[in-house]
């Protein structure tokens, strides 16, 4: 379980999370956490979560997102919204600058749990190369996190998340393991 001040780092995507508020601190209301984003590191797919907003405030560095079809670039100090159900991803460009920034999940959901979750795949060598998991993997937690990746229909990927996240369970891929997180 996510515990303020404790620290997990994902070094396929180079990202690090301080949690600052965490689910249970706030009632669930929202998630806050500091984050580092690690020169060229990058999130390797657009994806959306369509129950939460996810707001970045910059700190330092710079940090550029895809929002929709859109890109920002965000300085120190800046902060931007992103809406319920749309599509982004994000990255930072610097080749020598780590990226810091507060984010906040609103409402929390069980967020801190997948985060925990992916960067414990990711350091387990349990992605690829670029830290994004199996495809299997991805459909046996889609449903679980509600956190999905832009394209499909949202319903056909919760309808992909039930009958092909019950056969990676069969093929032994799991929604949550135990060693990565505590909830």
């Known amino acids: 379980m996510a515990t303020k001040g404790q620290s997990i780092s994902n070094t396929k995507t180079g990202e690090k999370i301080i949690w600052v508020q965490t689910a249970k601190d706030s009632n669930g209301e929202k998630l806050v956490f500091d984050f580092s984003v690690a020169p060229k590191g990058k999130l390797p797919v657009v994806h959306f979560h369509p129950n939460q907003t996810e707001t970045f405030e910059l700190k330092s560095g710079v940090f550029h997102l895809k929002i929709g079809k859109e890109i920002k670039h965000l300085k120190a100090g800046e902060k931007i919204t ?57 459909m046996a937690m889609a449903n679980e996190y509600e956190i999905y990746v832009a394209g499909p229909p949202l319903p056909i990927q919760k309808v992909m998340g039930i009958i092909l996240g019950a056969l990676a369970r069969i093929m032994g891929y799991k929604k949550f393991y135990k060693q990565y997180s505590q909830s």
């Open 82 to 138: 992103i809406d319920k159900g749309v599509p982004h991803q994000w990255w930072n460009p610097s080749d020598s600058q780590t990226a810091e920034m507060l984010v906040t999940f609103e409402p929390a959901l069980n967020t801190e749990t997948f985060l925990e979750q992916f960067f414990g795949l990711g350091n387990d060598n349990k992605t690829k190369a670029n830290g994004t998991p199996a495809f299997l993997q991805i």
